[in-house]
């Protein structure tokens, strides 16, 4: 009997040491933006685990990866088999709700983002998706609204700040939010508010500017995919196609979604 029970605590432990490997592996695979491997090991870690939140979570990050891939329809169906396991899952109603706007449905998207913010009334990821949708809307005081709430609870979310400068910016008071991007940056430089200020100057067709902006963006984060998306459309604008769609393919090798970037990477086929 002792034998036994020997036998069942050394099965258990081998199989929660491979466990833990294969969870792992999945990790790394979706660090190294490798999301062909990532949607293999998340969709394997699915089927078998049994325990429903986690579940829920290799569903999300399943469907994350399959977004990647540009495989839309398969990530709606792991989203929602991750909001069936886990119904209280916040982080879940945040991609359902992205997928949603991407794809059009702003409708729909607002549905998740309410119905989410009655589990976490302070998660800024709602607040800052709803205030793009009302600024693409023509909603400027709603959106306006959604980001000073954000800085309610969390004063320092960058992001809102961001967006309160780029709710200016998109609404030709471009000095003003050059303004912003100058107090930020002297509070503290960093590759957001770099590539944020780039894009600025690139409206204001400043591509001299842009450009210096967009560079140190890189320099400073080489990782982060929006600055290589802003380097393309500055050098779009400067008549650089070749390197602007090098740009591109390093975005989306970084994690882009290639679908968002579809009207930009046909000037890269056009001959």
Excluded: W
């Excluded at 949607?39 to 870690?45: A, P």
Aim: with cysteine; charged share 30%.
């Amino acid at each position: 009997m002792k034998k036994s029970l020997l036998l069942l605590a050394s099965i258990s432990l081998f199989s929660l040491n491979i466990y833990g490997q294969d969870k792992k592996t999945a990790e790394e695979c979706f660090k190294k933006a490798d999301y062909k491997c990532a949607e293999e090991q998340y969709s394997q870690l699915a089927e078998k685990e049994q325990i429903q939140k986690f579940k829920s979570e290799y569903y999300n990050y399943l469907g994350t990866a399959q977004r990647r891939l540009g495989k839309t329809d398969f990530a709606f169906k792991s989203y929602e088999k991750a909001l069936k396991t886990d119904p209280r899952s916040a982080s879940v109603y945040v991609n359902l709700a992205s997928l949603h706007s991407q794809k059009g449905d702003k409708t729909k998207a607002l549905e998740y983002i309410e119905n989410g913010l009655k589990l976490d009334a302070e998660n800024p990821d709602f607040y800052l998706m709803r205030s793009k949708i009302y600024d693409s809307q023509g909603k400027k005081e709603l959106a306006m609204k959604d980001l000073n709430q954000i800085l309610s609870f969390a004063p320092d979310n960058i992001f809102a700040k961001t967006g309160l400068a780029n709710l200016k910016k998109n609404n030709d008071d471009l000095e003003g939010a050059l303004k912003d991007y100058n107090k930020l940056i002297a509070e503290k430089p960093e590759s957001l508010l770099y590539n944020g200020r780039a894009d600025v100057y690139l409206k204001m067709k400043k591509t001299k500017e842009a450009l210096a902006d967009v560079s140190k963006a890189i320099s400073i984060d080489p990782k982060f995919a929006q600055s290589f998306v802003t380097k393309a459309m500055i050098l779009f604008e400067m008549a650089k196609p070749k390197e602007a769609c090098d740009n591109l393919n390093k975005a989306v090798g970084l994690g882009y979604e290639k679908a968002i970037l579809a009207d930009y990477f046909a000037k890269c086929t056009k001959k």
